[in-house]
C-alpha cells in the first residue's frame, strides 16, 4: 500500500505508483506475478491469522531481485 497522494511526489512520480487496498485472501487476485520492483507491507502482520498466506503472495508478485519491505508492531 502506497500513500501516491503524497506531497513529496511529483504528478509525474505518483503516475508509476500502485496503491491497493484489499484483505489477504483477495490480495492474489488484485495482483500480477512478478510485477512488482517493491512490496511493502507496514504493521499489518499482527492482524493477520495466518502471515504465512502473505508472504507467499509478496514472493509471488515481486520481480526477480525485488525488495519487500516488511515491518511488524512492537
Partial sequence: LVDNECANLSQE??????????CATTLAE???????????CIGMIYYLDNENVIYEIV???L???GTA?????N
Fill in 59 to 61: 514472493n509471488q508478485c
Fill in 63 to 65: 520481480k526477480p531481485a
Fill in 30 to 40: 488484485k495482483l500480477s506475478d512478478q510485477s512488482y520492483d517493491v512490496i511493502m
Fill in 13 to 22: 512520480q505518483r503516475a508509476h505508483l500502485t496503491t491497493i487496498q484489499s
Fill in 69 to 73: 519491505i516488511i515491518t511488524y508492531r
